[in-house]
C-alpha cells in the first residue's frame, strides 16, 4: 500500500482528492492540515475513521512536525495543496500568502529532500513531490492565445506572487538537489465543498437566497473553468505516470465570463427551484467596483497533460454546474456551517 502525504487536505481541492484517492486506490493517506477558515474538516466525514486515513492537524511551516510525519509515515509521494489561496484576502493581508505559500512550500521542501536522500534506490527512484499550482502566475492574456508550460511568470496579486515564489523553489529544489518533484497549473476549480468566498458557491448561495449577485467590473473577465473532480483525476495521473522536473497544465477547455458564469448558474437555479420568489434570478446580479490588479483574462492549454498522459476533463461546464448547484441545495447544513462562522459573504480586496 502507497502512502502519500497530503498536505491542505481538508480544504477544497485536497479534500476532494483525499476522498477520490481513499475510494478508487489502495492507498494510505496522511492528511495534513491546519484547518483555517477554508479547512473543513466536515468534508472529510466519509473518510473519517478509515485505518488508511490518518488526519493531523498542524502546519506546513512546523519543521519538527514534518519531520516527525516523514519518519513516522514514510510517505512515497508528497501532493501539496496548502496554500492561502483568496485573491481578495491576499491584498487585504499579503503576510499570511507569504508565510504558508512560500515559507512552508521551503519548509517542507527541506523536510522531503532531507527524508529523499536516506532513502533506498528504488524508493528514491519512485518517490515523487507534486506542487499543486495556479494559472494565476502567468498574468493576464490578452484576447487570443493560451498559457503554456513555457510562459513567462507574472504574477499581479499577493496571492500569485507567492505562489509562483513557492513554484521557483520547487523548481530549484530539482535542479540543484535532484529532489524528483512535478509542477502542476491548474485553472479555477469549482465544485461541492468549496468555501463560499469563491465566486461559484457565493453567487449559488446569493441567487438560492435572493440576495445580491455581486460581480466585479462590467463581468468580461475570462477565465478557464475546470471541475474539481477532473483536476484531481490529473494530479493522480501525474503521480502514477509524470515525469520528474516537468510542468503540466491543467485546464477545463471551459473559457467564460464572470457574466456567464453568473447568468449559467442563475438558469440553473431558476431551473431546478422554479417556485422561487425572486426569480429570474439574473436580476439580482449587482455590478460592483472591480478589485485592484485584477488580471483580464486566463486560457489554459491543457495539450500536454492529455497527449503525454492521456488526461481529458470528463465534465462539461453545463455538465460540472448542474452538479455543484444540486450539491448545493443538498448540503445546505453544511454550508450554512461555513458561514455561520466569521465570514459572512462580505467583500474583500478593496485594497
Not at 90 to 117: C, Y
Request: net charge neutral; with cysteine; hydrophobic share 35%.
Amino acid at each position: 500500500m502507497k502512502t502519500i502525504l497530503v498536505t491542505g487536505g481538508a480544504g477544497f481541492i485536497g479534500g476532494c482528492f483525499v476522498r477520490m484517492a481513499l475510494n478508487r486506490h489502495d492507498v494510505c493517506i496522511i492528511n495534513l492540515d491546519k484547518l483555517t477558515y477554508a479547512g473543513n474538516f466536515d468534508s472529510l466525514e466519509s473518510v473519517v475513521g478509515r485505518k488508511n486515513h490518518v488526519f493531523v492537524q498542524g502546519d506546513i511551516c512546523d519543521a519538527a512536525l514534518l519531520s516527525e510525519l516523514f519518519e513516522s509515515h514514510r510517505p512515497g509521494a508528497i501532493v501539496n495543496f496548502a496554500a492561502e489561496s483568496h485573491v481578495d484576502r491576499s491584498i487585504d493581508g499579503p503576510a499570511a500568502f507569504v508565510a504558508t505559500n512560500v515559507v512552508g512550500t521551503f519548509t517542507l521542501l527541506e523536510q522531503a529532500l532531507r527524508f529523499w536522500k536516506q532513502l533506498p534506490a528504488a524508493e528514491s527512484a519512485a518517490f515523487r513531490f507534486v506542487q499543486v499550482s495556479t494559472d494565476e502566475v502567468y498574468g493576464s492574456l490578452g484576447p487570443t492565445g493560451a498559457f503554456s508550460e513555457t510562459n513567462q511568470y507574472r504574477p499581479s496579486s499577493p496571492y500569485s506572487a507567492s505562489k509562483a515564489a513557492a513554484d521557483h523553489f520547487v523548481r530549484a529544489y530539482h535542479k540543484t538537489y535532484g529532489l524528483p518533484v512535478l509542477t502542476t497549473n491548474c485553472s479555477n476549480n469549482y465544485g461541492p465543498y468549496q468555501f463560499p468566498e469563491k465566486l461559484i458557491p457565493l453567487v449559488t448561495l446569493n441567487a438560492i437566497e435572493g440576495r445580491p449577485l455581486p460581480i466585479y467590473g462590467d463581468g468580461l473577465q475570462s477565465r478557464d473553468w475546470l471541475y474539481v473532480e477532473d483536476h484531481c483525476r490529473a494530479i493522480s495521473a501525474l503521480l502514477e505516470r509524470g515525469q520528474p522536473g516537468q510542468v503540466y497544465n491543467i485546464g477545463g477547455n471551459c473559457e467564460r465570463t464572470n457574466l456567464d458564469i453568473v447568468s449559467t448558474i442563475c438558469r440553473t437555479i431558476d431551473g431546478l427551484l422554479p417556485d422561487l420568489p425572486h426569480a429570474p434570478s439574473e436580476q439580482l446580479i449587482t455590478h460592483v467596483t472591480d478589485r485592484p490588479g485584477h488580471d483580464r483574462r486566463y486560457a489554459i492549454d491543457a495539450a500536454k497533460i492529455r497527449d503525454s498522459l492521456g488526461w481529458e476533463p470528463l465534465e462539461t461546464f453545463e455538465t460540472g454546474i448542474q452538479k455543484t448547484v444540486q450539491w448545493c441545495l443538498e448540503n445546505r447544513a453544511w454550508l450554512r456551517r461555513i458561514t455561520s462562522g466569521a465570514y459572512r459573504r462580505e467583500r474583500r480586496g478593496l485594497g
